[in-house]
């Protein structure tokens, strides 16, 4: 890649994401309120694609090797109310308001435990 082309990515008005070899995209998702961290995931095109048409989260599942829409079996929804990009476009950071919880677990957040003493604590114990 250029210089220009780099300073254009970097500085310039164009959304150009920056998929990975494999396509891919790390998307970190925030509450849009609290500004909690809720989960990581990744999108392919297809997902930014789906996600900025309908202003609901849709991801790529790698386990799946598909796209999908969170909380599509679930009902808990992201409904999404900014995407911004880091510098060089290569990850994203969406904030959201979640219906329901994010986490497949049940959980607010995928982030409900913390590393403590070498352990791992669950957050409220």
């Known amino acids: 890649m250029s210089s220009r082309e780099t300073a254009l990515r970097e500085q310039g008005p164009a959304f150009l994401p920056k998929f990975d070899a ?3 995209l790390t998307a970190v998702v925030v509450d849009s309120r609290s500004g909690e961290v809720l989960m990581v995931a990744y999108m392919d095109e297809a997902a930014l694609a789906a996600t900025l048409e309908t202003g609901f989260a849709h991801f790529h599942s790698r386990s799946r090797g598909r796209l999908w829409k969170k909380g599509e079996s ?35 957040s995928c982030f409900y435990r ?7 604590v669950r957050d409220g114990t």
Do not use: F, K
Not at 114 to 119: A, D, F, H, P, V
């Open 22 to 24: 494999a396509g891919l």
């Open 74 to 108: 679930s009902g808990h929804v992201l409904s999404v109310d900014e995407i911004r990009t880091d510098c060089d476009q290569d990850a994203l950071v969406l904030r959201a308001t979640p219906a329901g919880p994010t986490c497949h677990t049940g959980a607010r």
């Open 114 to 120: 913390r590393l403590e003493s070498g352990g791992l």
